[in-house]
């Protein structure tokens, strides 16, 4: 049989992107799958191929193989046996100078899935690499390994996003993420949603999901991860760079916490496994029941270190929300035995920041960090899914960077289907506090607003370290060097409309931080 092509690709670097500027060429490095002999199975690659976690000598390359990915067994299709699945990492995409090879098993046990950890690669490069099975060769991903530690780096463009469910947009930010071709990206939470859409079907698009109960069982969590692994813009995403990504909470449950119970443990145990298997992260994070490894960092030469965080999996309880009240839910917010992260977590942290090995500091986590207060009352007190209903776990944190001297330091957060971009102070009731750093968040890249308006300017008045807020739909696309971060808040004008021709995407807002200077300036 003759090739497939699924794929369109933008390359690349405006800030507005149209179906004018699509390219109808497939990239040389994305070679669509091709059909080698006829197997004993169908196509296996229709959930495409992924690299991440990229260290300086090595990096994870994946894939799972499903010919029927949405069967709601969890199994896609594949026979009840285990497969041998050939894989290649190479210096180019014609894979004339192949550096390694070998053989893994794809076994039922963990979902046909593949994790590969390929070791002595050279960093700071860029390599391509595809899988082989039962005659059929996958499409090719292109991954690049982490400069090595404290290399010169001048420069690194990546772009971090949230927030996907599958009823409600057309994954369109990842178009825009191919024309910007950058060198990594982050996903903060969020990858897939256990439920069904609640939101009117005006504000949905018309695909729909394979079954509409929420998900509980792992066959569940497996083929709901299967069905946005389908989408062709998200495939091209992942082809196109390595991922870092960490969970929120709709890979498990609404909101869930480290308060478990015997329904909430196997439902987490679920989670947990399912995630593993659809991500392409490395087998430290391999899943022991209810408990998963999700919380690490990684460097990128002498320019940035990501500490990716989880605020999930070891929070306390959320309070009641209090909704600007008064009362026994502020005290518990502001207690000082509650955290957001853990004891251990907490400490592993405080410790990392400890050292300055490169420029910038990122905090690569879930929910928003900077108070976002809408009385301006000190007394009061809201949000307590984010870090202001842990106040003395955030207050340890931002103490700790500022007792460490933490140069550049900047929080990257997801959750909240809105962008914004806020500067960090101790105390955001004293407005001249000094800002110590900057909070850059991503909206979604389709999960709608709970309102269709933005904050109020007396809303603002009340929180002059928010510096913007915006509801649309997009990603941020971060460009660091030595000297300052920019960031541009991309926004897609409508991810209900299917025909990328009547849809425009665009830099909505640009802000830079100057290194050494904390602060966010508008651009």
């Given amino acids: 049989m003759g090739q497939v092509n699924r794929r369109a690709v933008l390359l690349g670097g405006a800030a507005a992107v149209s179906a004018a500027a699509l390219s109808s060429t497939v990239p040389s490095w994305a070679n669509a799958r091709t059909l080698a002999a006829a197997p004993a199975i169908h196509d296996p690659f229709q959930l495409g191929v992924a690299s991440g976690d990229p260290l300086p000598d090595s990096v994870v390359l994946w894939t799972r193989l499903a010919p029927a990915p949405l069967n709601p067994d969890g199994f896609g299709g594949m026979p009840d046996a285990s497969y041998t699945v050939d894989w290649e990492i190479a210096n180019d995409q014609a894979f004339s100078s192949v550096v390694q090879k070998g053989t893994a098993t794809a076994a039922r046990d963990s979902g046909h899935s593949v994790h590969i950890e390929p070791a002595g690669l050279e960093a700071g490069r860029e390599y391509f690499y595809r899988f082989k099975t039962s005659g059929y060769i996958s499409p090719v991903g292109r991954t690049r390994t982490a400069p090595a530690a404290g290399a010169a780096v001048d420069q690194l463009k990546y772009c971090f996003s949230s927030c996907q469910h599958w009823e409600e947009g057309w994954y369109h930010s990842y178009k825009g993420m191919l024309a910007d071709n950058p060198e990594l990206v982050l996903f903060l939470g969020d990858y897939m949603y256990e439920k069904k859409s609640g939101r009117a079907a005006a504000e949905r698009n018309p695909r729909k999901l394979a079954f509409t109960e929420d998900v509980t069982t792992l066959a569940q969590y497996r083929a709901r991860h299967a069905q946005h692994k389908t989408d062709a813009d998200l495939q091209n995403a992942h082809a196109m760079a390595p991922w870092i990504v960490v969970f929120d909470d709709h890979e498990v449950m609404n909101n869930w916490n480290s308060t478990t119970s015997p329904a909430t443990d196997a439902r987490k145990a679920a989670g947990f496994q399912a995630f593993y298997e659809n991500m392409p992260i490395r087998s430290t994070a391999k899943p022991s029941g209810a408990s998963i490894r999700l919380y690490r960092q990684f460097g990128w030469g002498n320019l940035a270190r990501f500490h990716m965080l989880d605020t999930r999996q ?106 914004w971009a806020a500067d960090l102070r101790r105390d955001y009731f004293n407005h001249s506090d000094p800002v110590f750093g900057s909070e850059l968040v991503t909206t979604s890249v389709t999960s709608n607003s709970d309102t269709a308006t933005d904050p109020s300017s007396t809303w603002l008045s009340n929180n002059p370290h928010i510096k913007y807020c915006r509801g649309k739909r997009g990603y941020v696309r971060v460009t660091a060097s030595q000297t300052q971060l920019r960031a541009d808040f991309m926004t897609v004008s409508d991810t209900t409309e299917y025909d990328f021709s009547k849809v425009t995407l665009a830099a909505d807002r640009g802000y830079v931080v100057e290194a050494g200077k904390p602060g966010l300036q508008r651009v």
């Fill in 314 to 419: 070891y929070r306390n309880a959320q309070v009641p929300d209090p909704s600007g009240s008064a009362g026994p839910s502020c005290t518990d917010m502001r207690s000082t035995s509650r955290s957001i992260l853990g004891t251990t977590q907490e400490a592993w942290l405080l410790k990392a920041l400890e050292t300055h090995p490169a420029k910038w500091d990122f905090l690569g986590q879930q929910v928003f960090f900077a108070t976002r207060d809408g009385d301006g009352n000190k007394a009061t007190c809201e949000s307590p899914d984010s870090w202001q209903g842990y106040e003395a776990s955030r207050d340890r944190i931002a103490k700790g960077i500022v007792d460490r001297k933490v140069p550049n330091p900047i929080v990257l957060t997801g959750d909240v289907h809105r962008h």
